[in-house]
């Protein structure tokens, strides 16, 4: 008996929800799924401390075409907490590069290797999270990625970092949901969590399994 699986799609591209708004997903249609795998990805978007930024709701319904009662809590977790510092690349980059220029890594505190970090373009929707495995120190200008760059960044692109060897600017989550019994989901990305925090920037992707 082969398993019917759907590829990898995003839900919410990557999009700036402003400290104190929140911002409603797309909703999900699960009605023929046995199963959904959520991928969630959220980063703090500027260099403004955080306690909590965003919370990420995400909730689940029965009902094909539901009233605002109908929907219910499944998850609620909570992003990146810490103060972020934002340097730009010194270089434009193109797609597939792994050593990115940046101007003092070790002055600019992006130093810390061994970290997934996040890269804000100017067109939002071209941001991506990078893991950073090694920098050259200020003597070198470079810090190096494991993968290479999806998109093409430029010296406006920033590097959204925490200056701490575990805190990560960017909270990510893998959710699997039973959906024999479920129509729709969404998620809530509430901005409002840390009302004086930073602005918040995320991203959701999905995977259908629709026979057994």
């Known amino acids: 008996m082969a398993l019917t699986k759907g590829s990898q799609t995003t839900l919410d591209e990557w ?7 929140v911002r409603l997903g797309t909703e999900l249609d ?3 799924a046995y199963h959904c795998t959520l991928y969630i990805k959220a980063a703090l978007g500027e260099a403004v401390a955080s ?27 909570v992003g990146p907490v810490g103060t972020s510092v934002v340097p730009t690349l010194n270089a434009t980059e193109p ?5 990115l220029a940046t101007l003092n890594p070790e002055t600019t505190s992006i130093d810390n290797d ?15 999270v990078v893991f950073q495995t090694a920098n050259s ?6 810090i190096t990625i494991l993968d290479g760059l999806t998109n093409e960044q430029d010296t406006n692109t920033i590097v959204v970092d925490i200056d701490d060897p575990r805190q990560e600017a960017v909270a990510q989550w893998t959710l699997g949901i039973n959906c024999i019994g479920l129509s729709r989901i969404r998620i809530i990305y509430n ?7 930073p602005d918040a920037v995320c991203y959701s992707a999905y995977t ?5």
């Open 30 to 32: 699960v009605s023929s």
């Open 95 to 99: 797609a597939g590069e792994t050593s």
């Open 208 to 212: 259908l399994n629709t026979g057994i």
């Open 137 to 142: 120190g200020d003597a070198g200008d470079t």
């Open 114 to 128: 061994g970290k997934f970090k996040f890269l804000r373009h100017t067109t939002i929707a071209n941001s991506e």
């Open 51 to 77: 306690t909590g930024q965003p919370e990420i709701i995400l909730q689940t319904t029965g009902e094909a075409s539901p009233a605002k009662e109908d929907w219910t809590n499944y998850a609620r977790m």
């Open 191 to 197: 901005a409002d969590y840390d009302t004086d925090g």
């Open 15 to 21: 999009a700036v929800t402003a400290n104190t708004a």
